[in-house]
């Protein structure tokens, strides 16, 4: 991996050179330009607490190499930059690699601290206990600024504000989105896992490996953030590329986790509960419909496999009117169709995804 780096300061600025960070906060950073102003001011405003920040340009294509040159002038943050494209996990990596802080904190260029002392509120829940390896927020959504595409993958991964029971519950997984990791803890683990996933499943997967070093992942309502969908949702072709992704993760975490990762999330997060069934039902799709082909081919039953096929399509249209009806998004017939298109072709993709991405760990290739 080749790096350019450039080193504007380790440190926040009223933090002195010599003394070490209590957190890195580390920002992956493709194609983000018109984001970056929100979550760099958001982390610059934060108080009490000593901080660096990591930027990791993962080789955008856009003006975001200028954006941040012209941000070192009134932010001090260390930028790192891929000369290709390497993915998430790999941007992650890299941020961990450079850090000094005891946490380390992923925050995408999509997202905003909502209070200016959530830093010191986060670190404040780990020392309430033991055993505490992640600590996470609450997302809140600002749908106004939202347009179909982008109301449509809400809609599809029962994505949205969470409901807590208590005000600082046990889930299980995190999303590195705006999440803190026991720095040390995380390099135990050995990061997040670039050679296994390039663009999605890292977060699951590292979740995974903290429950089974017998840590626990707390998120907290008190820690809010504004998240944005940026530019990975501004079209049809951009949720459908999430869907493939999404599905050819699948088999790699199932191949992990499958024994305790259904019953985990179900049982210990509960503001998670309905996008994890659903989650489980598409995966659950993909198998039946790869069986059933197989049967089909074998035994000639294609009568039994239309049959299937059309009842299990009619069922998950009934469940996205409902999830549609629910959102109160949409006031046109037009938009709410176009909704229920959308999702019915994610399903299908989702599914593509699922068998490739069982090819590719049957082969042992990176997902």
């Known amino acids: 991996m080749t790096i350019h780096e450039k080193r504007n300061s380790c440190l926040s600025q009223n933090q002195p050179e010599s003394s070490r960070p209590e957190v890195s906060v580390i920002i992956p950073v493709y194609n983000g330009g018109p984001l970056l102003g929100k979550v760099l001011n958001s982390v610059f405003s934060q108080r009490n607490v000593s901080f660096e920040v990591l930027v990791v340009d993962d080789h955008s294509t856009d003006e975001t190499q200028r954006i941040l040159k012209d941000m070192a002038a009134v932010y001090h943050f260390r930028l790192l930059t891929h000369e290709s494209n390497l993915g998430l996990a790999a941007s992650l990596n890299e941020g961990l690699n450079h850090a000094n802080g005891d946490y380390a904190m992923t925050l995408h260029q999509d997202c905003e601290l909502m209070v200016p002392d959530w830093l010191e509120r986060a670190l404040r829940i780990f020392n309430q206990g033991d055993k505490i390896g992640i600590v996470t927020g609450k997302s809140i959504y600002d749908t106004s600024a939202f347009g179909l595409p982008q109301k449509a993958f809400m809609i599809i991964n029962r994505h949205g504000t969470a409901k807590y029971e208590v005000p600082i519950q046990e889930v299980a997984f995190t999303e590195d ?188 290739r990176k997902l």
Request: proline share 2%.
């Open 177 to 364: 989105k705006c999440d803190i990791y026991q720095a040390g803890l995380l390099r135990d683990i050995g990061g997040f896992p670039e050679e296994k996933f390039r663009v999605s499943g890292e977060d699951q997967f590292v979740s995974g490996l903290v429950r089974r070093k017998g840590y626990r992942i707390l998120s907290s309502e008190d820690l809010p953030y504004r998240q944005e969908y940026g530019s990975s949702i501004t079209n049809t072709s951009s949720i459908l590329k999430k869907a493939y992704n999404f599905g050819r993760t699948m088999p790699g975490l199932l191949k992990h986790f499958a024994a305790s990762s259904a019953s985990t999330y179900l049982q210990k997060s509960s503001q998670f509960r309905g996008r994890t069934l659903n989650r489980l039902w598409m995966i659950l799709n993909g198998l039946v419909i790869l069986v059933l082909i197989a049967v089909a081919t074998v035994a000639r039953f294609e009568t039994i496999l239309l049959v299937v096929l059309l009842a299990e399509f009619s069922v998950r249209v009934g469940y996205y009117m409902v999830q549609i009806t629910k959102s109160n998004f949409f006031s046109s017939a037009k938009d709410c169709l176009s909704t229920l298109t959308i999702a019915l072709v994610f399903d299908i993709v989702f599914t593509i995804g699922f068998f490739h991405g069982l090819m590719l760990v049957a082969m042992n």
